[in-house]
């Protein structure tokens, strides 16, 4: 059974950088597309990022473009999330997910770890 | 960017029937995917591909989708179905993909 496992949130001020981590295990990592999916307090789920299986293309919602970076090293098994010019609407927890529909011409997130709360404040 | 609108509660009797929609300017030609969410807790992928169920999920939970609906159908409604429910779709011909639903509340009388 596939785990994830988030790290790196915590409290940061407006206008720093944050970079936050997800470890795997139980699966073969570098077979599938991840992604960052973030939920504000109180509020729904929020699609964020994806990095194809091979790191070959990636994209972002408008709201984190030029802002965020994903990315992977598939031999660590490892996903990553930088962030910068953070913003208070940016606190939220922060998930990972394995997207099982990897290699479609959709996307299904079938795990996801247990989430790492960043939040942004003076 | 694709918009996916859900009604935001639902209530329903224990062994009753719910179901949840979810609307979208053609949805249909779309594969939709639902989740449900506990209180603490991470989401839960409980319907893919508009009707496919993971391994460990109940038969009671089914999907559909045609037009410009997509429904999540919860047959024989128990008290731990009791949570938030979030439709998802991906719009690869769009600069931001991915897409949730707003999310409705499943509340068990």
């Known amino acids: 059974q596939g785990q994830l496992v988030e790290s790196g949130g915590g409290v940061v001020q407006p206008g720093r950088s944050l970079s936050l981590s997800c470890a795997a295990s139980?699966?073969?990592?570098?077979?599938?597309?991840m992604h960052w999916v973030r939920q504000a307090p109180g509020k729904g789920l929020e699609w964020v990022a994806v990095?194809?299986?091979?790191?070959?293309?990636?994209n972002y919602a408008d709201s984190v473009k030029g802002r965020f970076a994903i990315s992977r090293d598939n031999s660590k098994n490892t996903l990553y999330l930088q962030m910068n010019s953070l913003r208070a609407d940016d606190t939220a927890v922060y998930y990972c997910?394995?997207?099982?529909?990897?290699?479609?011409?959709?996307?299904?997130?079938?795990?996801w770890g247990q989430g790492t709360l960043v939040t942004v404040s003076s | 960017s694709y918009v996916l609108t859900q009604p935001p509660s639902v209530s329903v009797a224990p062994g009753q029937t719910a179901r949840i929609t979810c609307g979208g300017n053609?949805?249909?030609?779309?594969?939709v995917h639902w989740y449900q969410q506990k209180p603490g807790q991470a989401p839960v992928l409980v319907v893919y591909?508009?009707?496919d169920r993971p391994s460990g999920i109940p038969e009671r939970f089914s999907g559909s989708n045609s037009g410009n609906t997509a429904t999540l159908t919860i047959s024989r409604v128990e008290a731990g179905d009791e949570a938030d429910y979030y439709c998802?779709?991906?719009?690869?011909?769009?600069?931001?993909?991915?897409?949730f639903g707003t999310g409705t509340t499943v509340t068990v009388l």
């Open positions: 997910a394995r997207d099982k529909c990897s290699g479609t011409s959709t996307t299904c997130y079938d795990y």
């Open positions: 139980g699966f073969t990592f570098s077979d599938y597309g």
């Open positions: 990095l194809w299986h091979d790191g070959s293309n990636k």
């Open positions: 053609n949805i249909g030609s779309k594969s």
């Open positions: 591909d508009d009707s």
């Open positions: 998802q779709v991906w719009d690869s011909s769009s600069d931001h993909p991915g897409v």
